[in-house]
């Protein structure tokens, strides 16, 4: 079966896939490219392997002139690989990055989370002192597991630390207050001070090398703060 790519969407083989080595593209150029996607599959170790994309969609490896393309976020996660798509820079970096990078191998995001709670994208950026992120999530009232809001991520030891900042959101009037704990393998490895109203972000950048899984839990009422800017790094 044939299909044609219109408009740079080879932009997105960059980001998602990979043959050998990664190629960069000019920007700002449309070109036609006529591709064929025939149920290839693959198999690492003798398991065949379901490609999907960052949000879990199904995504198919192709084959353009003659060459064939895998995705590479399921065939880094197949090796144990982390995998981290500079936009800006049309790079895609597999493995070790050598600390090259200001920006997390992976960013903290409610769709890697398995741990059953109900975290959510926080759409107040700003924090009680008028510090502003370009993300945040935050755990809400129907994630209550154990007393508790739990997240849940398998790291499956990619990762060397675990950095973000966890704020009050801007105009919050709560009277509540609550505690952050991060968790390796079940093993409590930072707690944060006690967190009202009135309480000034805390940055975290806590050592989880060699972490298979881990757990945020908050404690009491935790509806008015967020964690900004959290990200997975090598």
Not at 5 to 19: D, P, Q, R
Not at 34 to 52: R, S, Y
Request: glycine share 10%; proline share 4%.
């Amino acid at each position: 079966m044939k299909k044609t790519l219109k408009g740079y969407l080879l932009g997105f083989i960059s980001a998602t896939l990979m043959v050998g080595c990664v190629t960069a593209f000019a920007a700002n150029t449309t070109t036609l490219y006529n591709v064929i996607a025939n149920g290839i599959k693959i198999v690492v170790d003798g398991q065949k392997l379901n490609p999907t994309d960052v949000n879990g969609n199904k995504v198919e490896p192709i084959i353009y002139n003659g060459t064939t393309y895998l995705p590479v976020r399921a065939v880094a996660n197949a090796l144990g690989k982390a995998v981290y798509w500079d936009g800006p820079n049309y790079t895609v970096y597999l493995g070790d990055m050598n600390g090259g990078l200001e920006y997390p191998t992976e960013e903290l995001s409610i769709n890697d989370d398995i741990g059953g709670g109900s975290w959510t994208e926080s759409d107040v950026l700003k924090d009680n002192l008028g510090n502003t992120y370009s993300r945040a999530i935050y755990p809400w009232l129907s994630a209550r597991v154990d007393s508790s809001r739990r997240y849940e991520k398998i790291c499956n030891m990619k990762f060397s630390s675990f950095k973000g900042t966890i704020y009050v959101m801007n105009g919050s009037n709560t009277n509540g207050s609550t505690q952050f704990l991060i968790k390796a393998d079940g093993k409590t490895i930072y707690t944060s001070p006690e967190i009202t109203k009135s309480s000034a972000p805390i940055d975290f950048d806590v050592d989880i090398t060699g972490c298979y899984n881990l757990q945020i839990v908050c404690t009491g009422d935790p509806d008015f703060v967020c964690i900004g800017n959290g990200g997975f790094y090598q």
